[in-house]
Structures are given as C-alpha cells and as structure tokens.
Nanobody, 126 residues
C-alpha cells in the first residue's frame, strides 16, 4: 500500500487549497481513507474521512463547513478542498488508510492505522 500526498503550500488567511492523496497497492472497498494533520508542538488530529464502499464522509468540528473531501475512483485519488483557511489550519497533512473500523466510530481516530503517506505541509500566513 502506498499513499502520496500533494498540494500543500503557503496560502493567506481566507484563501483556499486542495490537497490530493493518490493511493496504490490495494483495492479493498471495506477500507476508508482519512486526512489527519499535525500542527507544530501538537498531537495528530483527524480532519476528514471517506469510506470507499459507501462514500460516507466525516469531518471534525474544526473544519466542518470549510473543508470538503471527495474522490476520483478512476484516478485512485482522494481530495481535500480547504476553503476559508485559518492560521490554526497550519500543519503537516497526512492521508492514511486501513479498514474502516480502525478509524473508530466517527472515522477520525487513529486506532493503530497501518498505512500513512509522508505528509504535505500547509502554511496559512499573511
């Protein structure tokens, strides 16, 4: 299993950015793909998740109504559209995958997730 993130960068507060996560090496529809982030000096936080079988989507309260997760099955790619970005959104963003149950009831927990990308840095600053 391989996950490769891209799309990070520097953006001004209020701006937008779209992250991509391209997956390879598995075709299990009972998996989910989630985005986590880790800000400097803080723990890793689940941000958004999509289940591959049902296409159910989940968001943390801190990004709900600002971020949108989507997928392009033909490209094996998951996107995270981030709008109205805030300085507190600054973090390294990682995508991760495993069977849905590993992410917990709200699909945003790291209950021993095995597969992670290397991350992409998002900096929100003027």
């Amino acid at each position: 299993v391989q996950l490769v993130e891209s799309g990070g960068g520097l953006v001004q507060p209020g701006g937008s950015l779209t992250l991509s996560c391209t997956a390879s090496g598995f075709t299990f529809d009972y998996y989910a793909i989630a985005w986590f982030r880790q800000a400097p000096g803080k723990g890793r936080e689940g941000v958004s998740c999509i289940t591959l079988r049902e296409g159910s989507k989940f968001y943390s309260d801190s990004v709900k109504d600002r971020f949108t997760i989507s997928r392009d099955s033909a490209k094996n790619t998951i996107y995270l559209q981030m709008n109205r970005l805030l300085p507190e959104d600054t973090a390294v963003y990682y995508c991760a995958t495993d069977p849905v149950e590993v992410f917990g009831e709200n699909c945003l927990r790291d209950n021993g997730v095995d597969y992670w990308g290397k991350g992409t840095l998002v900096t929100v600053s003027s």
